[in-house]
């Protein structure tokens, strides 16, 4: 059973527009979230992260939002770039410290 | 800036042959991770080592050993290759009082035939 689940799996938008991608976990314990982004040829890379007693963190046109209750969890980007397409990985971990459990990826791609 | 540096970066073998992928870090990080990244699957754990010595088993462990030479080196061994290991596999490093922050190298992209 994948414990961290990410929707959609691919997303097409245009340039300047803003992108939402969402992901849902299973375990309650779960408590540090980073969004990880991945460009063609590359290894993945920290793009934000949140931690549960957090509800939104912002770093420039990227906010992750965080919803304890409901176990989701969103990343919006606003006034979307074609230099945004990527894979992107929504995770979770029990503390800072534990391994993470990755959900399935968004392959996004922003046209111009 | 944090350097995982893997090989080979593509590599084709037939079943039931026998590949080693490596991983060297540069950054004096404790912890080393092995994942495999597979379309709609993500990223899955498949191994990983706190230190020279150690080794942990993680999520999909089935079919790989793993062995942690040094602090900078970590190899994955599959000694019976299968078409089902056929993905990219990459290798992370985190240091202990940093947070959680992963640092990924370029993969390696293993073809079994």
């Known amino acids: 059973q994948q414990q961290v689940r990410q929707s959609p799996q691919s997303l097409t938008v245009w340039e300047g527009g803003t992108t939402v991608l969402t992901c849902s976990y299973e375990?309650?314990?779960?408590?540090?979230f980073p969004w990880y982004q991945q460009f063609p040829g590359e290894g993945p890379a920290l793009l934000i992260s949140?931690?549960?007693?957090?509800d939104k963190k912002e770093d420039g046109r990227f906010t992750t939002f965080f919803n304890k209750r409901e176990k989701k969890l969103s990343l919006h980007i606003i006034d979307s770039q074609p230099g945004d397409s990527a894979i992107y990985f929504c995770?979770?971990?029990?503390?800072?410290?534990?391994?993470?459990?990755f959900g399935g990826g968004t392959r996004l791609t922003v046209r111009p | 800036e944090a350097a995982v540096t893997q090989s080979p970066r593509n590599k084709v073998t037939v079943t039931g042959g026998n590949v080693t992928l490596s991983c060297r870090q540069t950054n004096s990080h404790n912890y080393m991770y092995w994942y495999r990244q597979d379309t709609g699957h993500g990223l899955r754990l498949i191994h990983y080592s706190y230190g020279a010595g150690n080794l942990q088993i993680g999520d999909v462990p089935d079919g790989y050993k793993a062995t942690r030479t040094t602090q900078e080196d970590f190899f994955l061994l599959l000694e019976l290759a299968s078409p089902s290991q056929t993905s990219l596999y990459f290798c992370a490093s985190r240091a202990t009082d940093s947070g959680n922050t992963l640092y990924f190298g370029e993969g390696s992209r293993l073809i079994v035939v």
């Open positions: 949140i931690l549960s007693v957090s």
């Open positions: 995770s979770a971990s029990k503390n800072a410290g534990a391994k993470l459990t």
């Open positions: 375990d309650s314990t779960f408590n540090y």
